[in-house]
């Protein structure tokens, strides 16, 4: 039971590249979710997926782009990459019912460097 | 925005020692939830309080939550270097969203 998985671990991009972070899980959560984490800030999040087909977007949306391929896998793609998006990435998943009712499994985090 | 902020911002113990921290928020929540992380690691879930609960324990954990208030205290009874981590506190939103604060810094010194 491996959990929440993300790939990669480490990134560095050039401004203006895309890229494509992926995430899975093997828990057979309905909801699933990425923030992004800045020195002092806690974690924002980013985009949520409340269950298979839908999802809707969180605080700071904006240059990002998601898709719920499957129950399993949520990907967050970058369009054009800016420093502005220099972060650590985690993607989480939880159970059915209001997003908030439940405890949120995370996975490791990607950590992203945009030059 | 950040609804929950915690307090201090970085806390410093020595090994067996209680560690108090503390988590206030601006506006009526339907629950608040604890996470842990360790360095260079995801959020791992600590414990879940709702709004009509007013203390939860779990191990050496215990949660306080006064609504009265709006602030919630994560109290770990003797403490072990294994928690030295940074601690969320994470308040829901109208929307049911998850907001989490900036987290206070735990140190434990052998």
């Known amino acids: 039971n491996a959990g929440v998985t993300q790939t990669p671990k480490f990134q560095v991009l050039k401004t203006g590249q895309s890229m494509t972070l992926q995430c899975a899980q093997d828990?057979?959560?309905?909801?699933m979710y990425w923030y992004r984490q800045d020195p002092g800030m806690g974690l924002r999040l980013i985009y949520y997926?409340?269950?298979?087909?839908?999802?809707d977007k969180g605080e700071v949306p904006n240059g990002y782009n998601v898709s719920r391929l499957n129950k399993r896998e949520f990907s967050l793609r970058l369009e054009s990459a800016a420093p502005s998006q220099t972060s650590v990435y985690f993607c989480?998943?939880?159970?059915?019912?209001?997003?908030?009712?439940?405890?949120?499994?995370f996975g490791p985090g990607t950590r992203l460097t945009v030059l | 925005s950040q609804q929950g902020e915690e307090d201090p911002q970085a806390l410093s113990i020595q090994e067996g020692e209680n560690a108090t921290m503390n988590c206030s928020y601006k506006?009526?929540?339907?629950?608040l939830q604890w996470y842990r992380q360790n360095s260079g690691r995801g959020l791992v879930h600590l414990i879940l309080?709702?709004?009509?609960?007013r203390e939860k324990h779990s191990g050496r954990l215990r949660v306080t939550l006064d609504t009265s208030k709006k602030s919630s205290s994560l109290l770990i009874t003797a403490s072990r270097a294994a928690d030295t981590a940074s601690y969320f506190c994470a308040t829901d939103a109208s929307d049911y969203k998850l907001s989490f604060g900036a987290g206070t810094t735990v140190t434990v010194r052998a």
């Open positions: 506006t009526s929540i339907n629950n």
């Open positions: 828990m057979n959560h309905n909801s």
């Open positions: 989480a998943s939880s159970e059915d019912g209001p997003l908030s009712y439940n405890e949120q499994f």
């Open positions: 309080i709702r709004s009509n609960e």
């Open positions: 997926s409340a269950s298979e087909g839908t999802t």
